[in-house]
């Protein structure tokens, strides 16, 4: 099997600081990843862990959704860019997965910022990996659209 990963790029009509700001404020985290608690410190060696309420859902292989993600800063840019490496998802049935990286870069476009969002790390001989990959996928879709929303919505006023 090869190895797996998601990535996605888009533009958004917000400041490149605000975009990457999003993936470390509280409220913002809340908004657009429908996260219900979290600790992001936007700098290197800075804790970055991040809950959501378990699904009622449950997935054959992975069971139910939502639990927690944790990782560590490795480098933040303001406004640039960041990469989390060390990163697990806990979830609220079974052993964690991880370990992972994400990263995030922005770059100025004539219509906004340009947000690359890459998280990557996957055992290849695991079914479990790989249906992580097609759940999170699809959920990485719809919350950078949702970031999209909140940002748009708060910039272009």
């Known amino acids: 099997m090869p190895t797996r990963e998601f990535a996605h790029s888009l533009v958004i009509n917000a400041p490149p600081a605000a975009v990457l700001d999003a993936f470390f404020d509280p409220d913002a985290l809340a908004a657009w990843w429908q996260v219900t608690r979290s600790l992001c410190v936007p700098r290197p060696l800075g804790s970055y862990a991040v809950e959501w309420d378990t ?21 933040f840019k303001p406004g640039r860019e960041f ?14 997965i991880g370990p992972m990286a994400l990263e995030a870069t922005c770059s100025i476009q004539r219509d906004g910022t340009l947000l690359h969002v890459r998280q990557s790390g996957c055992d290849r001989a695991s079914a479990r990996w790989h249906r992580y990959y097609d759940i ?17 919505d708060k910039w272009t006023r």
């Open 83 to 96: 990469l989390l490496a060390d990163a697990y998802w806990l979830p609220p049935d079974g052993p964690p």
């Open 55 to 75: 699904t009622e859902w449950k997935d054959d292989l992975l069971g139910r959704l939502g639990g927690a993600l944790h990782a560590t800063v490795i480098d």
């Open 136 to 152: 999170i996928s699809t959920g990485w879709m719809l919350a950078l659209e949702e970031l999209k929303k909140h940002l748009e």
